[in-house]
């Protein structure tokens, strides 16, 4: 509940403010303060007032983060909204996004103008600021390879900066702004996409097959972007959670990268084990297929419970009450089962935030 609403220069100043329902996992969260930024303007002028040791904490669309039940910072909320064509060539179209968009809005408004490149990636919840910090990615494509730049404040320094994608530092489910939690404020996302209608990626697992059936249906033997697009969102709404009807965080757990050898031996034991080679001779190995195996599809620990559809996405079947030490038990459970069925220990992907604001990374801060 909020208590109080003061305003700095224009922007909304919340204090005590419950974020049960701005993080999709619904955990039980009151923060001391929220701040709600509409245009840069506003946080150079919060920053400007605020004192240096006040902890802050960067929250976007939710969808990535466990919050504690009491967070004792300064949550900044990113809102500023638009989109601008930048520059545009017969090949390709350069926009600039600003961070409070819709993700999923945006990529179905880009493929509305005619602007490929971001189908493979529709669906993700959250907001196009927080993309770059888990550098999001999904059947087969990830927003480092549609990504130019981004805008960023960093909040240490109190400055603007523009980085370039070599600067974010990408990996996978990996940035610079990940790595360094508190750091960046993303205002702005420069992204260059196509104006090829017949230039698809549609390998990955049933995306070819359900995408013809779209180009089909308008007698089409060749496959666009918008069918691509149309079947990533039947394959996601089939397999994962509507976080708004059952909350989660999309996947829980990275799917882990292990040596080949490891691979193989493993192989020898479960000859259905689902891995993709990579670089380096290491292999990643479908953490939700390991999961399964371990038996917890559909178990965990009440009320954080894996997904009957896909069990690397754990759900809250006790929305705006569980807390993080719930998130923390299943957790515990489900990475000590599979550990001791393949010795792989598995690595949380959402972001932990402690009671100060403070992100944790393979532990837990409670
Ligand atoms: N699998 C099982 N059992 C399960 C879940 C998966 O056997 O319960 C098997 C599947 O049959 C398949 C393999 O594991 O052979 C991979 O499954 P899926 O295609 O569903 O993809 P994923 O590796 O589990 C990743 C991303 C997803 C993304 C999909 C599609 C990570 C951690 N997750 O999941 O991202 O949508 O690929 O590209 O890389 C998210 O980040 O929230 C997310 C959903």
Same mark, same amino acid.
């Given at each position: +509940?909020?208590?109080?609403?003061?305003?700095?220069?224009?922007?909304?100043?919340?204090?005590s403010h419950?974020?049960?329902?701005?993080?999709? +996992?619904? /955990?039980?969260?009151?923060?001391?303060s929220?701040?709600?930024?509409?245009?840069?303007?506003?946080?150079?002028a919060? +920053?400007?007032?605020?004192?240096?040791?006040q902890?802050?904490?960067?929250?976007?669309?939710? *969808?990535?983060?466990?919050?504690?039940?009491?967070?004792?910072?300064?949550?900044?909320?990113?809102?500023?909204?638009?989109?601008t064509?930048?520059?545009?060539? @017969?090949?390709?179209?350069?926009?600039?996004?600003?961070?409070?968009?819709?993700?999923?809005?945006?990529?179905?408004?880009?493929?509305?103008?005619?602007?490929?490149?971001?189908?493979?990636? %529709?669906?993700?919840?959250?907001?196009?600021?927080?993309?770059?910090v888990?550098?999001?990615?999904?059947?087969?494509?990830?927003?480092?390879?549609?990504?130019?730049?981004?805008?960023?404040?960093?909040?240490?320094?109190?400055?603007?900066?523009?980085l370039?994608?070599?600067?974010?530092?990408?990996g996978? &489910?990996?940035?610079?702004?990940?790595r360094t939690?508190?750091?960046?404020?993303?205002?702005?996302?420069?992204l260059? /996409?196509?104006?090829?209608?017949?230039?698809?990626? %549609?390998?990955?697992?049933?995306?070819?097959?359900?995408?013809?059936?779209?180009a089909?249906?308008?007698? &089409?033997?060749q496959?666009?972007?918008?069918?691509?697009?149309? %079947?990533?969102?039947?394959?996601?709404?089939?397999?994962? $959670?509507? $976080?708004?009807?059952?909350?989660?965080?999309?996947?829980?757990?990275?799917?882990?990268?292990? *040596?080949?050898?490891?691979?193989?031996?493993?192989?020898?034991?479960?000859?259905?084990?689902?891995?993709?080679?990579?670089?380096?001779?290491?292999?990643?190995?479908?953490?939700?297929?390991?999961?399964?195996?371990?038996?917890?599809?559909?178990?965990?620990?009440?009320?954080?419970?894996?997904h009957?559809?896909?069990? /690397?996405?754990?759900?809250?079947? &006790? @929305?705006?009450?569980?807390?993080?030490?719930?998130v923390?038990?299943?957790?515990?459970?489900?990475?000590?089962?599979?550990?001791?069925?393949?010795?792989?220990?598995?690595?949380?992907e $959402?972001?932990?935030?402690?009671?100060?604001?403070?992100?944790?990374?393979?532990?837990?801060?409670?």
């Amino acid at each position: +509940m909020t208590t109080a609403l003061s305003s700095t220069c224009g922007t909304q100043y919340q204090h005590s403010h419950n974020l049960s329902a701005a993080n999709t +996992m619904a /955990l039980a969260c009151t923060a001391d303060s929220v701040v709600t930024l509409t245009n840069e303007a506003q946080l150079e002028a919060f +920053m400007a007032t605020t004192q240096e040791s006040q902890p802050l904490f960067v929250l976007s669309g939710g *969808s990535n983060v466990l919050l504690p039940d009491q967070l004792h910072a300064t949550v900044l909320r990113p809102k500023m909204l638009g989109i601008t064509v930048t520059a545009q060539t @017969p090949d390709y179209v350069d926009i600039e996004v600003m961070a409070g968009e819709d993700w999923h809005d945006l990529v179905v408004y880009t493929i509305d103008q005619g602007w490929y490149g971001l189908e493979n990636l %529709a669906l993700i919840p959250g907001l196009t600021g927080a993309a770059p910090v888990q550098n999001i990615g999904a059947y087969g494509v990830q927003l480092e390879d549609r990504l130019q730049y981004v805008r960023a404040y960093h909040l240490p320094s109190q400055t603007w900066h523009h980085l370039d994608a070599a600067d974010c530092q990408f990996g996978y &489910r990996d940035s610079i702004f990940k790595r360094t939690p508190n750091t960046w404020l993303i205002s702005r996302v420069g992204l260059r /996409l196509h104006t090829d209608a017949t230039h698809v990626l %549609a390998s990955y697992g049933d995306v070819q097959t359900v995408a013809h059936t779209y180009a089909k249906q308008q007698e &089409r033997t060749q496959i666009t972007p918008a069918d691509v697009m149309q %079947a990533i969102i039947d394959i996601r709404q089939q397999k994962l $959670p509507d $976080p708004k009807r059952l909350p989660n965080c999309g996947s829980f757990f990275q799917n882990p990268i292990i *040596s080949q050898n490891q691979f193989i031996l493993l192989q020898a034991s479960y000859p259905n084990i689902v891995g993709y080679p990579m670089p380096e001779s290491t292999v990643k190995v479908a953490a939700g297929w390991l999961i399964e195996q371990a038996g917890l599809k559909g178990g965990g620990v009440e009320p954080i419970i894996t997904h009957q559809k896909q069990a /690397l996405v754990l759900t809250n079947h &006790r @929305p705006y009450l569980a807390t993080q030490a719930d998130v923390a038990a299943a957790q515990d459970y489900i990475i000590s089962c599979v550990y001791e069925k393949f010795a792989i220990t598995l690595v949380r992907e $959402p972001v932990w935030v402690n009671a100060s604001g403070k992100i944790g990374h393979g532990e837990y801060e409670v």
